[in-house]
């Protein structure tokens, strides 16, 4: 069957019964890729004249064996599944040209990117299909991970998990970028993880009525490939690899951890680089979170995702999905004894406010609005160089992962207790648990814009799309 009709967009007409393969898309019993090996996504070639850098993306329609064996529908940019990485630079103009050709609205959203709320890519750029959106900016953000993904009102969960997903790495010419890793797919890893839900004839499912169907699995993929029963592996050649992990997932926990109960060496929270390399046993990301870490490599290391809750889930469970195998002779410098100076904001005189994430009915909310249309969201209304802190309070039982557009967030405390380790970092999505609190603080800077708005929401998408989104404006002094 052709995809006639069968855009991402049907589901806005139809409604929550709507299936992407009822379009006659039958499914097609493909032999397993049993190669088991690592799928690095494409660095995406931009073209550079004048100091601007500008690259081409095409969000299109696919398949994907998101179950081993099933083709599902999906989509992705400049392919069937994902989407390339995008390297910006410190200091560069970056322009893009982006086709939607989904049948259905989009936008695209450089997901903790410091930009102005015009190139954003909120639920205000929506663009329809057929049409092409060129954000332009200055990239402001030092080195770090960044990803993108659509943001449309009410139909993010749906076009994430269906593949509209890429990693964006920022460089810039500090001693710590220049002495870490950085030759892309060679000791420079992007890892993208995902939990899914998919019934068995692959339909990945995105809201209520779908995760409430009979028969649905859980398929656990990383960089699009699934892991289930399939460990896939990269053959190291350079003794010290440097990994960004991203979180994609459209609800669950993922935990990072050594299948030999060993360390990994953290680098990096969302925001960038930690004050120093720091040894941990697990990397906690909530959806839509990532971090960075490198091996030294003596021996093969598997890494495993533990996967717990969210709530699409019944249970949790460890997934060994690579292992890296060293073929490499070359001895790494040690490491940087500092990667940056992180300087701990003082909040005494910052502003206070806080942002309750709550539940209505079968909406959610955030101060009480449900943010499932942007009338009917709350809005926050702050000024150019605010210094403000934040009291994110759960009341739900529910786990949230709050997120906030624009500004990195330092953490004051976490349900509580002052942070400590790797928590000193830098972020733009953190975990709530259900009737937990976190105070973060942060400082509005460089934007000001009295007609766009960026966003707070939570990154589980579900919940996002169910209102748990509320507007953020930053206006001129
Ligand atoms: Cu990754 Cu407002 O989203
Ligand atoms: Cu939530």
């Known amino acids: ?23 006659g898309n039958a499914n097609k019993a493909a032999a397993a890729d049993a190669t ?94 057929g049409e092409t959106w060129s954000p332009t900016f200055e990239v402001k953000d030092e080195a770090k991970t960044l990803w993108y993904h659509p943001h449309a009102l009410g139909t993010t969960a749906e076009q994430v998990v269906h593949g509209l997903a890429g990693m964006i790495i920022v460089e810039d010419d500090s001693d710590a970028s220049a002495a870490l890793p950085s030759e892309y797919g060679v000791d420079d890893i992007p890892i993208i ?149 992180i300087t701990r904001y003082d909040t005494a005189d910052f502003a206070a406010r806080t942002i309750t994430l709550g539940q209505s009915g079968q909406n959610m909310t955030i101060n009480g609005s449900v943010g499932t249309t942007m009338d009917g969201m709350a809005t926050i209304m702050t000024t150019l160089d605010a210094e403000e802190v934040w009291t994110i309070s759960n009341g739900t039982q529910l786990e949230h992962s709050f997120h906030l557009h624009d500004v990195p967030f330092q953490l004051i405390e976490i349900n509580g207790e002052e942070p400590t380790g790797v928590d000193l970092g830098w972020f733009d999505t953190f975990e709530v648990v259900g009737g937990g609190s976190i105070k973060i603080a942060m400082k509005f800077t460089d934007f000001t814009d009295d007609t766009y708005m960026y966003m707070l929401h939570c990154h589980l998408l579900q919940h996002e799309d169910e209102g748990m989104m509320a507007a953020l404006m930053v206006m001129d002094g």
């Open 193 to 341: 993880l995902q939990c899914l839900a998919a019934d068995s004839s692959g339909d990945i499912k995105y809201n209520v009525t779908g995760y409430l169907g009979s028969g649905l699995s859980y398929p656990v993929l990383c960089n699009g490939t699934n892991v289930d029963s399939t460990t896939l592996g990269f053959t190291a050649t350079k003794t010290r690899i440097r990994f960004r992990v991203l979180n994609a997932s459209p609800a669950d926990i993922m935990t990072i951890q050594r299948g030999d109960g060993g360390t990994l060496t953290q680098i990096a929270t969302d925001q960038g680089y930690l004050t120093e390399p720091t040894e941990v046993t697990t990397i906690r990301l909530v959806a839509g979170a990532r971090a960075e870490f490198v091996l030294d490599l003596a021996d093969a290391v598997t890494l495993q995702a533990v996967v717990t809750t969210g709530w699409i889930r019944g249970g949790s469970g460890t997934y060994d999905f690579l292992t890296v195998t060293p073929e490499a002779t070359d001895t790494p410098d040690d490491l940087p004894s500092t990667l940056t100076t």
């Open 36 to 129: 088991g090996t690592l799928t690095v996504p494409d660095l995406l070639e931009g073209t550079t004249s004048d100091g601007t850098t500008t690259y081409t993306l095409t969000a299109k329609t696919g398949t994907n064996e998101v179950i081993s064996g099933v083709s599902s529908t999906t989509a992705g940019y400049n392919g069937s599944y994902l989407g390339p990485t995008m390297k910006w630079t410190t200091g560069d103009t970056v322009l893009l040209n982006i086709t939607n050709t989904l049948g259905a609205d989009t936008t695209v959203h450089f997901h903790g990117a410091h930009i102005p709320p015009k190139m954003d890519g909120g639920p205000q750029n929506s663009f329809a299909d």
């Open 1 to 23: 069957g052709g995809m006639a009709g069968v855009g991402l967009g049907a589901v806005g007409a139809a409604g929550a019964t709507f299936s992407l393969l009822s379009g």
